[in-house]
């Protein structure tokens, strides 16, 4: 396969001074970014979205500011996590301004550029059947387009929630090569962690990326009535066991948080004391401890 640089012509589109502007504008944006932190799971299901919300709020919360791209572009989901699905995109010339949460939290997401809620992200292509085959690197550059064409300010924190699938990663350690680590999302069963495992290795032993730890996510039940703490899964290893990773935090399933994912309210602004919130601002903690 030949790179752009080896086509005869490209039918005078530039494409090469394209891809290049493109890049080096994504990398002046990451030069105002501290850290960037990628959450994978490899598997979808898990609470990632969720749990990539919920740890945005909690730095925030710590005094940092923070940015979050929705990576997942065929799902996106985080702006009515976040409570900004009302939220219109203003283009200025220094670019796109992202929504903003009412704790202050940035994001930019697919969902705030689709017409309606039922609207699926649909490629230019002779037919939809044809589409296929630019998917992947029309997904890469609307990524590229998120990081580099957002106006972020200086952020302490750009946190990217990635789709399911181990091919993800690759994308993103492609457009951000020094990419501060890896946030692990699992839940409890044998399943999710035979799944799981298969990210872990991509990030730690192929891509060479610093894994931060694993979240345990919905780690149990917490009863309604007496507060008690139950197995919500048939338990497989523990997660340090599992993926030889240090475990961030173990979040308990909490129907609010559910709840407060579908209203677009902040979850640990209303239940602070909950075990789940609880869970979650340690994992922030230690995301925080690992830089």
């Not at 550029?113 to 992200?121: F, K, R, S, T």
Request: hydrophobic share 40%; glycine share 8%.
């Amino acid at each position: 396969m030949k790179t752009y640089r080896e086509l005869p012509s490209d039918a005078g589109s530039n494409i090469i001074g394209q891809v290049t502007a493109q890049a080096n504008r994504l990398q002046k944006r990451l030069a105002s970014v501290k850290y960037t932190v990628a959450i994978m799971s490899g598997k979808g299901g898990v609470g990632k979205s969720s749990l990539t919300a919920n740890l945005a709020a909690a730095l925030t919360l710590k005094g940092n500011t923070v940015g979050v791209v929705d990576a997942d572009i065929n799902g996106p989901t985080l702006a009515k996590i976040m409570g900004v699905r009302n939220a219109t995109l203003e283009y200025t010339p220094a670019g796109v301004k992202p929504a903003i949460t009412v704790l202050g939290t940035k994001l930019i997401s697919m969902d705030l550029l689709l017409a309606e809620d039922d609207a699926p992200v649909l490629w230019n292509a002779h037919t939809q059947k044809d589409a296929f085959t630019w998917r992947s690197t029309m997904e890469v550059s609307a990524l590229r387009e998120f990081i580099g064409d957002t106006e972020w300010g200086e952020l302490d924190y750009l946190l990217l929630d990635l789709p399911p699938g181990t091919d993800r990663l690759p994308n993103v350690a492609e457009l951000i090569p020094d990419l501060g680590g890896v946030v692990v999302v699992t839940i409890p069963s044998e399943v999710s962690q035979f799944i799981v495992k298969k990210s872990v290795t991509m990030a730690r032993d192929i891509l060479k990326v610093p894994i931060i730890g694993v979240v345990e996510n919905m780690a149990s039940y917490v009863c309604q009535h007496c507060g008690e703490q139950e197995p919500l899964f048939s338990a497989g290893e523990t997660p340090d066991a599992a993926f030889q990773q240090d475990l961030l935090g173990s979040v308990p399933f909490d129907p609010k948080l559910a709840r407060s994912g579908d209203d677009g309210t902040l979850y640990l602004h209303e239940y602070p004391d909950a075990p789940a919130s609880k869970a979650l601002m340690e994992v922030a903690e230690k995301v925080q401890a690992f830089f």
